[in-house]
Nanobody
Framework: VQLQASGGGLVQAGGSLRLSCAAS????????MGWFRQAPGKEREFVAA????????RYADSAKGRFTISRDNAKNTVYLQMNSLKPEDTAVYYC???????????????????WGRGTQVTVSS
């Protein structure tokens, strides 16, 4: 399995970005996907998750109301739409794929088997 995240960049506070994560290697539509982030000097943290069908989503409190996770199973891609960005959203964002099929998206990293290389998001004040 390969996960390729893209869409990061530099944006001013209040701006928006849409991250994409393209997956290959196994039946994408069978697996939940998640987004995590890691800021310099901090531990990796959960951002959002979506179940295998896209019918259920979960968000960290910091993401609720501002971020939206979605997936297009026909394109083997999961997205993270980020609006009203804040400087504290600055981090490397990683997409991850669940280790088991047909589950809800989990908020803990150890539930995910495959990880992308990350894309940098920098929000200036």
């Amino acid at each position: 399995v390969q996960l390729q995240a893209s869409g990061g960049g530099l944006v001013q506070a209040g701006g928006s970005l849409r991250l994409s994560c393209a997956a290959s290697g196994r039946a994408f539509s069978s697996y939940a996907m998640g987004w995590f982030r890691q800021a310099p000097g901090k531990e990796r943290e959960f951002v959002a998750a979506i179940n295998w069908s896209g019918s259920s989503t979960r968000y960290a409190d910091s993401a609720k109301g501002r971020f939206t996770i979605s997936r297009d199973n026909a394109k083997n891609t999961v997205y993270l739409q980020m609006n009203s960005l804040k400087p504290e959203d600055t981090a490397v964002y990683y997409c991850a794929q669940d280790g088991q099929p047909y589950r809800l998206g989990f908020t803990v990293g150890h539930a995910y088997e495959y990880w992308g290389r990350g894309t940098q998001v920098t929000v200036s004040s």
